[in-house]
């Protein structure tokens, strides 16, 4: 029984469904996987952090990672780097603002994540008690010294410092493990004789008139790297294209903060209630500069897992692919 012609399809119909349903079917398969619907990132209270704050403050991280499906982008401040990385060895974190050290050790024991690009190199300094006099390192000995937690890059820098400089930094003086807050408290109040923070917590202390300003980070190891941006392995294996938005991101605002330090100052002021003009006096006082090229920081972070390591603060020995993943640098600012 023929088919009445009114009813035949013709070729052409046929072969246009087919090659449009083809089409269909690859851009499924080649069409990236949904973005989480909420971004979250961790940052410490520190102008070496700037960036993830001017991003956030100028509404830059929701509205450059919205296209990839992201709802919403929440940040969580942490006072060091120990508590953050203990937060995204937990899950709870996506994206860390964190110095390369805290890593080291996440990394060691389990931490599913990278370094995908620098923040800053130095940026801390050694600051001693009004009255106190400074003549060396070894005139360090027998002080109490507040700095951050064990495992941190103030820990590690300064540890790593002192021996170099003959002073043991167990026997002969006492390091203090403290968050900045508290170290800035510590030494107003006569608790501690020096402190070993990020900016801007020495000029904060500088400007009470509590203390001095006596040694840089970068005179104690020049050109060290401090803070690095971590990404989740999750979101680099299931999101690469959210990744390398949240590079381009970054260095966007950490242009925007180069060009306008005194802008940056005031959203830093804003987002932690600090004084606006001391902060704008650590600007022009730190001796830290915001690099954003993960390969520039490959060589100081790999030396600091080699301290960690001799520290006995890791048990096994890190590599560079342990620890980094340039491509989405290099991707992303291509």
């Known amino acids: 029984m023929k088919i009445k012609d009114h009813m035949r399809i013709p070729l052409w119909a046929v072969i246009s469904s087919l090659v449009v349903m083809a089409i269909m079917m690859a851009g499924c398969i080649d069409q990236p996987a949904a973005g989480p619907a909420v971004i979250r990132i961790g940052y410490q209270p520190s102008t070496h952090q700037v960036a993830e704050m001017i991003a956030m403050e ?3 991280w929701q509205q450059d990672l919205a296209p990839y499906g992201v709802k919403n982008v929440t940040d969580y401040v942490f006072p060091t780097g120990a508590p953050e990385m203990q937060a995204m060895l937990a899950g709870e974190l996506d994206v860390a603002y964190v ?3 805290p890593v080291l050790s996440a990394v060691s024991t389990g931490l599913d994540g990278k370094i995908v690009a620098g923040v800053n190199t130095q940026g801390s300094d050694l600051v001693l008690r009004t009255g106190l006099n400074y003549t060396g390192p070894e005139s360090l000995k027998g002080l ?5 937690q064990a495992g941190t890059i103030q820990d590690t820098v300064l ?23 508290d170290a800035v408290t510590a030494i107003t109040a006569g608790k501690v004789d020096a402190v070993f923070l990020p900016h801007p917590s020495p000029s904060i202390v500088e400007a009470s008139g509590a203390g ?7 005179e104690m190891y020049p050109g060290h790297t401090c803070c690095v941006l971590v ?3 999750k979101l680099i294996r299931e999101n690469p294209e959210i990744v390398e938005q949240i590079i381009r991101t970054h260095v ?6 180069v060009a306008n330090p005194d802008e940056a100052a005031a959203i830093y002021a804003a987002k932690t209630g600090a004084d606006v003009n001391v902060v704008k006096e650590s600007f ?4 830290g500069a915001f690099v954003t090229d993960p390969a520039a920081i490959v060589d100081p972070v790999m030396d600091y897992a080699k301290i960690q390591y001799e520290l006995g603060y890791i048990k096994k020995p890190l590599t560079q692919d342990d620890l980094f993943d340039l491509t989405f640098y290099r991707n992303a600012t291509a």
């Open 58 to 60: 100028k509404g830059w």
């Open 252 to 257: 966007n605002a950490t242009e925007f903060a």
């Open 231 to 233: 990404v989740s392995g």
């Open 159 to 181: 540890r790593d410092w002192l021996q170099a400089n003959g002073v043991d930094p167990d026997k002969d003086v006492q390091i203090i493990g403290m968050g900045p807050g």
């Open 212 to 218: 001095k300003i006596i040694v840089q980070s970068g």
């Open 99 to 101: 110095g390369a050290a």
């Open 144 to 148: 109490k010294i507040a700095t951050f």
């Open 284 to 287: 022009r006082n730190w001796d």
